[in-house]
């Protein structure tokens, strides 16, 4: 299946690096592993410093361990990190990403049940980090 034509929209705002916005409760547990574009509110890819702690809607939040590869690349491996106690890949897990040419696509794992407060990140507000 290609990711770049079969792909689940992920938007919501609450998704974003910038929501610094209690409760950070949410996590990705019950979501179903496949393919997910990021659009809208949320931003458009997946952020590759570290988030700092309690942001996108969960006390750790996940972000892209590695550069975003080149469409020459095709699907690549990469480690998301978690930002926890023990810093900013306190826990990790590993996607896959591909350069669709004007957009990327991640193939999302669900998350294990030891990252109760876990959630993929994406990169929108990011100017407004502190």
Same mark, same amino acid.
Request: net charge positive; hydrophobic share 30%; proline share 5%.
């Given at each position: 299946?290609?990711? =770049?034509? *079969?792909?689940? /929209?992920?938007?919501?705002?609450?998704?974003?690096?910038? *929501?610094?916005? $209690?409760?950070?409760?949410?996590?990705? &547990?019950?979501?179903?592993?496949?393919?997910?574009?990021? +659009?809208?509110?949320?931003?458009?890819?997946? $952020?590759?410093?570290?988030?700092?702690?309690?942001? =996108?809607?969960?006390?750790? $939040?996940?972000?892209?361990?590695?550069?975003?590869?080149? &469409?020459?690349?095709? /699907? /690549?491996?990469?480690? /998301?990190?978690?930002?926890?106690?023990?810093?900013?890949?306190?826990?990790? *897990?590993?996607?896959?990403?591909?350069? =669709?040419?004007?957009?990327?696509?991640?193939?999302? +794992?669900?998350?294990?049940?030891?990252?109760?407060?876990?959630?993929?990140?994406? *990169?929108?507000?990011?100017?407004?980090?502190?």
């Amino acid at each position: 299946m290609d990711g =770049c034509t *079969n792909y689940t /929209v992920l938007s919501g705002a609450d998704r974003a690096q910038g *929501n610094a916005h $209690p409760p950070h409760n949410k996590n990705d &547990i019950s979501l179903r592993t496949g393919w997910y574009r990021f +659009q809208g509110a949320a931003g458009d890819q997946m $952020p590759d410093q570290c988030v700092p702690r309690y942001r =996108c809607g969960a006390d750790n $939040p996940g972000w892209l361990n590695d550069a975003h590869p080149t &469409i020459a690349d095709g /699907v /690549v491996t990469r480690k /998301v990190c978690y930002h926890g106690d023990s810093g900013c890949c306190w826990r990790s *897990n590993l996607i896959k990403v591909k350069n =669709c040419s004007s957009y990327y696509v991640y193939e999302l +794992q669900r998350l294990h049940h030891r990252l109760t407060r876990a959630r993929y990140c994406v *990169n929108a507000d990011a100017g407004k980090l502190h």
